[in-house]
Nanobody, 124 residues
Framework: QVQLVESGGGSVQPGESLRLSCAAS????????MAWFRQAPGKPREQVAA??????????SYHDSVKGRFTISHDDADYRLDLQMNSLEPADTAMYYC????????????????WGQGTQVTVS
């Protein structure tokens, strides 16, 4: 059974950085997509960054609002997905979720079927 556990959230001031980590376990797939999503109060959930794991082409995507500030990465040895967030803005305040698509090899938001419990990021 695939499980995801996020860590690394917190409260920071604008312009500061945070690094989120997602510890994954139970994976038996060779190629799958993992992503970070976020949801602010009263707003729909949005995909922040996604990465196809085990993909020789290295597919990565970012939401326009975080391009140049956030970096997604994956540690193959530890099965850990990270999100380095620099130059944080108040608009980045949200609950951040790690997710995996285990049934379909795609990074489209509707295919993510495994979710972590979330970690709060507050920028003010």
């Amino acid at each position: 059974q695939v499980q995801l556990v996020e860590s690394g959230g917190g409260s920071v001031q604008p312009g500061e950085s945070l690094r989120l980590s997602c510890a994954a376990s139970g994976f038996t797939l060779g190629r799958y997509c993992m992503a970070w999503f976020r949801q602010a109060p009263g707003k729909p959930r949005e995909q922040v960054a996604a990465m196809m794991i085990g993909d020789r082409f290295g597919y990565i995507s970012y939401h326009d609002s975080v391009k140049g500030r956030f970096t997604i990465s994956h540690d193959d040895a530890d099965y850990r997905l990270d999100l380095q967030m620099n130059s944080l803005e108040p608009a980045d305040t949200a609950m951040y979720y790690c997710a995996a698509a285990t049934s379909v090899i795609a990074c489209n938001s509707q295919f993510f079927n495994v979710w972590g419990q979330g970690t709060q990021v507050t920028v003010s």
